[in-house]
């Protein structure tokens, strides 16, 4: 176990810590997380992915014990942001551990966050665990568990041919045996042992049979250590950051749903000592109490005594909370090596068929290079620079996931041109020296047939065409069965505000009201339409509110021309999903139309509930959305 030896200097940081195995190795970590029930999990995925970039651990792979439809491409999408897209991810197999999902619809939306990886090809955590294990040296893997526990007992009750696997040839407690240095546990309250400790009664059985069967040392970070550390609160860039994002749709932060602020830090501690140990710069964060006897009543309780024969560990605050709080903090919000933009096409971009369209990507890397503050931590540093140096090797451009341009100098351009109208999906990734890949956000663009202009209609900016004398609004949610009328989310430039104001500036179905797996032919929709065809090259359309998401929900946005409806842009999730859509732009290729709407219906799997279209950039009565930068919803030639 970790100890306050074995104590070397990472100048980069100015830390130290402890490490297992073999002197000058860093810890192998598997994290195991219950993803999506706090954000907290979020929050120390992120301070592990920090500590691997400053080369102080190597990430083996994540464990979702949580079985939710979104999380392991919430775990995918923080994995993609620090630059690990194919970091393994392992899924529980087992029913029953849902959680709840604050943050997870919109975080493992891959039209938010980019994510190679999801549920459906996640690997079972067991399976997983066996390979990873098996690969490993003896005595080489740190296991850090932040949630229940049926990932390890599924690890612990596994035979030797576990899922056919017979070239593994020890049962998973023999794996566990042979190559965990140390299993790290979030889990019970050794403060209050009347307390139920949340990981623990996720199940109860797992813990139990954990702290009974595991072959080696536990140490337990209780409830009551990461309670009083409030952190996150200095995340930014919600757009960009999953883990930002995370904090921000987390109900439970001090500045609840839709503001970013702190939350307890229960499983940062146990990933922070996971690979530091219990020390910040030779001083102690953190004391170990033991050993002790562990065990869990049915209810989940904790129950502890001191044992010498045992090999269980439980934490005590050492060092000041606001000095831990610091040190979290820095590291969650440390940046990733590098980070990609796709600067052109922009989102909803239109295209003519047959016409070169111009991909740019931009990438920011990341030098740490501060003075070294003695001859060891000089030594400590030359290594870890390697690590953080990210000198990029080539940028690859991708529409819909495939490659069609790569190159290897800046400025990183490219052009690619589409032969069919339809939605198109562009990304990039940069591939650094240094290692790590880092992707960009999938780009939807739509590609349409040339139109030519009919001149009954000028450019006029300052024109929603929605709001035009001979403009008729309707929609499939009749006035007074819903919420909102058709004009209720209606954005007039003119005047900088909505076209009314009302309670909150949306349109559709009853918060909460389900309208089963709604067929395309039958959709929900809003539809603008005008006695004579309109010139049209923008749209915007507004999102559900943040607590109503729509992460399953196929939708089109469509114009009318010539009697025929015709595709602009479809997708799923997405801008829908409490974000805002834009089509199109200023002197982009026009199309001519007589009627726009958006259609909204079921993947055939999952019911659509609280759909509904809101107003952005304007001023309801209950919400102040001025500040947002495309203002919906806005149908313009201009």
């Not at 080539?394 to 052009?415: C, G, I, K, S």
């Not at 032969?419 to 999938?442: I, L, N």
Request: glycine share 10%; aromatic share 8%; with cysteine.
């Amino acid at each position: 176990m970790k100890t306050h030896a074995s104590v070397f200097i990472l100048g980069i940081l100015g830390i130290s810590f402890a490490v297992s195995g073999t002197a000058g190795a860093v810890p192998r970590i598997i994290l195991d997380t219950d993803m999506r029930g706090d954000c907290d999990d979020a929050g120390a995925l992120a301070l592990l992915h920090a500590l691997a970039d400053n080369g102080e651990c190597e990430m083996l792979g994540v464990m979702a014990s949580t079985t939710g439809p979104h999380v392991v491409g919430t775990i995918a999408a923080i994995n993609a942001f620090y630059g690990r897209p194919d970091l393994p991810v392992g899924l529980y197999g087992g029913e029953g551990l849902h959680g709840a999902d604050n943050y997870a619809p919109v975080v493992g939306d891959p039209m938010w966050f980019p994510a190679r990886v999801s549920n459906e090809t996640a690997p079972d955590s067991a399976s997983l665990y066996r390979r990873l294990l098996h690969d490993a040296p003896d005595n080489s893997v740190t296991i850090v568990v932040i949630g229940g526990q049926p990932c390890v007992y599924g690890l612990l009750q596994s035979e030797a041919d576990h899922e056919g696997d017979g070239s593994i040839n020890k049962t998973g407690a023999e794996l566990a045996a042979a190559k965990v240095a140390e299993l790290v546990l979030m889990a019970g309250s050794f403060g209050d042992p009347n307390h139920r400790e949340w990981n623990i009664i996720l199940d109860v059985v797992a813990a139990q049979t954990v702290a009974r069967d595991w072959p080696g040392t536990i140490v337990y970070s209780g409830f009551e250590i990461g309670q009083v550390i409030q952190t996150g609160g200095t995340l930014q860039d919600a757009e960009i950051n999953p883990v930002a994002m995370s904090y921000k749709l987390y109900r439970g932060t001090e500045g609840g749903q839709g503001a970013i602020g702190n939350r307890s830090s229960w499983d940062q501690t146990a990933v922070y000592y996971g690979v530091r140990g219990l020390e910040y710069d030779g001083q102690p964060v953190w004391g170990l109490k033991g050993p002790v006897a562990v065990s869990f009543s049915d209810e989940g309780h904790t129950h502890f005594e001191e044992d010498s024969a045992s090999d269980r560990y439980y934490f005590t605050q050492e060092m000041s909370v606001k000095e831990t709080e610091r040190i979290i903090e820095e590291l969650m919000v440390q940046p990733p090596r590098a980070s990609a933009t796709l600067a052109a096409p922009t989102p909803g971009q239109a295209f003519v068929t047959n016409t070169d369209v111009a991909l740019k990507a931009s990438v920011a890397t990341l030098s740490c290079r501060p003075a070294p503050q003695n001859e060891e931590a000089a030594i400590a540093l030359e290594a870890a620079i390697t690590l953080r140096n990210q000198a990029v090797s080539r940028v690859v451009f991708l529409v819909d996931d495939e490659a069609v341009a790569e190159t290897a100098a800046a400025p990183y351009t490219a052009t690619w041109r589409p032969g069919a109208p339809g939605t198109y999906h562009v990304q990039a990734y940069a591939d650094c020296e240094g290692g790590g890949r880092f992707y960009t956000k999938r780009v939807p663009v739509s590609v349409i047939q040339a139109h030519e202009t009919t001149g009954l209609n000028r450019r006029n900016a300052n024109m929603n065409l929605a709001l035009a004398p001979d403009a008729q609004l309707s929609g499939s949610v009749a006035d007074g069965a819903g919420r909102g009328t058709p004009q209720s989310i209606l954005y007039d430039p003119a005047t900088e505000e909505y076209h009314i104001r009302t309670q909150w500036n949306e349109y559709g179905v009853a918060h909460g009201q389900d309208l089963g797996l709604l067929a395309e032919e039958n959709p929900f929709f809003w539809q603008a339409s005008w006695n004579t065809a309109k010139n049209i090259n923008e749209i915007t359309l507004g999102g559900t509110y943040l607590n109503q998401p729509q992460p399953f929900a196929l939708w089109q946005v469509q114009y009318r021309h010539d009697g025929r409806w015709r595709a602009l842009l479809e997708g799923q999730g997405g801008w829908l999903n409490t974000g805002v859509l834009q089509w199109g732009s200023a002197n982009g290729p026009t199309v001519v139309a007589d009627a726009v709407r958006v259609i909204v219906y079921s993947d055939g799997t999952h019911p659509l509930t609280s759909v509904h279209l809101r107003a952005r950039g304007g001023h309801s009565d209950n919400t102040d959305d001025r500040d947002t930068a495309h203002k919906a919803v806005m149908i313009r030639y201009r």
